[in-house]
């Protein structure tokens, strides 16, 4: 029954990111972590992570902008390989906290950013990655910030959601190597990891037939949602 209430909630939150982008680890972490704990919730939720953007990658592939993707990949994927060393140094209750804490913080985070809709390029994209990426190798996933950051750089629709999830891929598959390098990565994890990224896969195929049909008031206040319930269920979780 665990396991197939991860699925039907892993098809759900595929759904969901191959529409707005992100929000596939908000609606998952909570479920993974009361399943399987704080520091094996992690690298499964990076495993399943790189199976859901790979779906995104296939669903848009041929308006993936690989400059951007390449400038993004050049600090993120190496920040991402410090964020999960300092991971494993964390005991697990301060995991829940931090996981909790930060998508709480990053409603108000996120308005800020939409406000300033700043142009990006090339060069902010990659001074922007090694932060977002040592972020996300510590607290599962910053999509909500990649989100305003790549449409800051102009990315819209299907260019934007494949550039992401290319961007994405990357800097999870570093997060996984370093998992497995310092022995964080039993098969049953890989296991778990695969069964969850299946459904995330199959919800973003199922997401592209209704990508256009969302507002961009409807895509803040579908993220803002998901970030408050998800960072309260891990603070609820936390402190119990």
Not at 83 to 108: K, N, S
Not at 160 to 179: D, I, N, P
Request: net charge positive.
């Amino acid at each position: 029954m665990g396991y197939l209430l991860v699925l039907a909630v892993g098809l759900a939150a595929g759904t969901l990111s191959g529409v707005i982008g992100t929000g596939s680890s908000m609606l998952l972490m909570p479920v993974l972590v009361m399943m399987f704990g704080p520091q094996q919730a992690v690298p499964i939720m990076a495993i399943a992570a790189i199976m859901g953007n790979i779906g995104k990658v296939l669903a848009w592939w041929r308006e993936i902008d690989w400059c951007a993707c390449g400038a993004y990949c050049a600090t993120a994927v190496p920040g991402a390989a410090l964020g999960v060393r300092t991971l494993l140094a964390l005991p697990p209750h301060a995991v829940e906290i931090a996981l909790g804490v930060f998508f709480v913080a990053m409603v108000p985070a996120r308005r800020w950013l939409t406000r300033r809709s700043i142009g990006l390029k090339l060069w902010h994209l990659a001074a922007i990655g090694a932060p977002i990426g040592f972020l996300t190798g510590i607290v599962v996933s910053t999509g909500p910030i990649t989100v305003p950051v790549f449409m800051g750089y102009g990315l819209v629709k299907g260019a934007f959601l494949a550039t992401e999830a290319a961007g994405s891929v990357g800097v999870y598959v570093a997060k996984v190597m370093t998992f497995g390098r310092f022995g964080a990565l039993p098969v049953h994890v890989v296991l778990d990891g695969l069964i969850v990224g299946s459904a995330l896969m199959a919800g973003a195929f199922c997401a592209r037939r209704i990508v256009v049909r969302m507002s961009p008031g409807t895509f803040r206040l579908v993220v803002d949602g998901l970030m408050l319930s998800s960072g309260l269920s891990l603070l609820w979780a936390a402190g119990r």
